[in-house]
């Protein structure tokens, strides 16, 4: 007797049928989808940003702890009378910085003092990062001062 390979294989049933269908729409309904999403270019781009923003965050937050580590560093290396000479040269900027608000206020078109009190806004939302660069650069100045 011989075996056809028709003969082995049976007929599949309409519920198999019915799962085969179910089984190869759902996977074309993934590929369909798989598809829609790399073509969603405006999507694509905002979840990039989103990944890019995060990483800007966190590398903000990195830079912002090494400024306030330097800075203590540096503040704890300091001598006594550089201490004083630095808050005695702080305490004459902000008095010459009031001089020059109070002038400013008087002299200065408006449009010109809306920009600088936006740049102003952005400098105070920025000053513990500000503060560490200029102590820094306080430091270099009196340790090139005194060589």
Partial sequence: ???????????????????????????????????????????????KAGELKEQ???????????????????????????????AQAAGQARTAAAQAGRMWEEKAPASLQQRTAQSARLAREHRPLLLAAAAGLTVLWLARRKH
């Fill in 1 to 47: 007797m011989t075996h056809t390979p028709a003969a082995d294989q049976h007929a599949p049933t309409p519920a198999e049928l019915r799962e085969q269908i179910e089984h190869t729409r759902h996977e074309l309904g993934d590929t369909v989808q798989a598809l829609a999403d790399k073509t969603d270019v405006k999507a694509r781009a905002q979840q």
């Fill in 56 to 86: 800007a965050a966190v590398k903000a937050g990195e830079l912002k702890a090494q400024a306030a580590k330097a800075t203590s560093q540096v503040q704890s290396k300091l001598p006594d009378p550089v201490k004083e000479k630095a």
